[in-house]
């Protein structure tokens, strides 16, 4: 049996996100986001979840880039911080530079409290130089093994929590007391991604390129209840009631790699995928230009694979590296008579969606 790693997280092992604690606004731990960031559109309620109990609702705000929180119950996981503003530089690699376009829709001392940090990667449009420096040291943060060690091993003041996985490793976080249902738990498992294809280029990169395009990762991520007896098991095994499924593509290329996602796990239903688009090119070793995540036409293929009820598009438009536009997907989208499963989100805006009973 595969070991699983746990996390002991939630509100009583939760710690400051930020160095100086000096947030404005109410943030006392009950609102999801501060009053302002609540004034968005209606947000949207998951129909194909089925119905939920009113204090089981959870959420997806989009803040921009691939920047999101994901609220269940008041557990709060922020997905790659990111929060540069219009005009600031993002160094991606030596001698890559993009310049940010949109403005974040929250800025880094308004956020409500939070529990962990989920980095599909180390570039610095996930993780800019500011939240860096600003970050409490203690924070926890689920990532890649590249990611984590050059957290690690920051020349100023090192990162100390840190958890890397592998593709198809995962980790538990047993986030709640026991109810009725058992005790609530997030199962994130690390998914294979890839800014290069395999071949020439791919070895060119793993020896020249490494800092302008690291190795990446997506996320499953099932929301669920473990019985004390699972929870026990769960040490060697990873089995949980799984109440809703979120698969998050992180910066990748459609490579064969993805293909084996619905092969190795079980991600049926796949409730919600947030696919990271923008057709991001940057200078290549052999070519001027080299793309590496994903345009709209991938990120169709990437939602015909994985045939989740929802996909919400993320990670485009706000750098000006990001070659294919949102528009590229929604016209790809249409074509593939798909409009019906798509939720496009602005930024400051929030998805709503209610786990199964």
């Known amino acids: 049996m595969d070991m699983v790693k746990q996390l002991r ?6 710690v400051p996100l930020l160095l100086r ?15 302002a960031a609540k004034q968005t559109r209606e947000t949207q309620v998951h129909a194909a979840a089925g119905k939920g109990k009113d204090d089981e609702t959870a959420s997806i ?12 119950q008041g557990f709060r996981i922020l997905t790659d911080p990111n929060f540069l503003h219009a005009g600031d530089q993002a160094h991606l690699g030596p001698g890559v530079k993009t310049t940010r376009r949109t403005n974040p829709a929250l800025d880094l001392d308004h956020l409500p409290p ?51 996985l592998e593709p198809f490793e995962s980790v538990l976080l047993p986030i709640s007391a026991d109810s009725q249902r058992g005790r609530r738990t997030i199962k994130i498992t690390g998914l294979p991604g890839k800014h290069v294809p395999p071949g020439l280029l791919s070895t060119v990169n793993d020896n020249l390129l490494l800092g302008a395009v690291p190795p990446t990762n997506g996320w499953l991520l099932e929301l669920g209840y473990a019985t004390a007896e699972r929870e026990n098991q769960a040490r060697q095994e990873s089995d949980i009631d799984v109440v809703f499924r979120i698969y998050i593509s992180g910066d990748t290329l459609y490579v064969d790699e993805l293909e ?6 079980n991600i049926k239903p796949l409730d919600l995928m947030l696919v990271h688009l ?9 070519a001027p230009l080299l793309m590496v995540t994903m345009d709209g036409k991938q990120g169709v293929r990437l939602l015909q694979l994985m045939n989740p009820e929802i996909t919400i598009p993320i990670h485009y438009d706000d750098y000006d590296v990001f070659a294919s536009p949102l528009s590229d997907f929604k016209a790809e989208v249409d074509k593939a008579g798909l409009k019906d499963r798509v ?11 209610a786990p199964r009973e």
């Open 9 to 14: 997280l939630g509100s009583e092992n939760r």
């Open 21 to 35: 604690n000096a947030r404005r606004g109410n943030h006392d731990g009950k609102d999801m986001l501060p009053a």
């Open 61 to 72: 705000f989009f803040i921009g880039t691939a920047t999101t929180i994901i609220d269940w």
């Open 114 to 164: 939070l529990d962990c940090i989920l980095l599909s990667h180390y570039h610095e449009d996930h993780f800019d130089r500011v939240v860096e420096a600003s970050m409490n040291r203690d924070f926890p943060i689920i990532t890649t093994s590249h990611a984590r060690q050059c957290l690690t091993q920051a020349k100023d003041e090192p990162f100390r929590n840190v958890e890397s």
């Open 260 to 265: 084996e996602i619905p092969k190795r796990l």
């Open 278 to 286: 923008g057709g991001t090119t940057i200078p290549g070793p052999s």
């Open 343 to 353: 939720v496009y989100l602005d930024r400051g805006e929030a998805y709503q969606f």
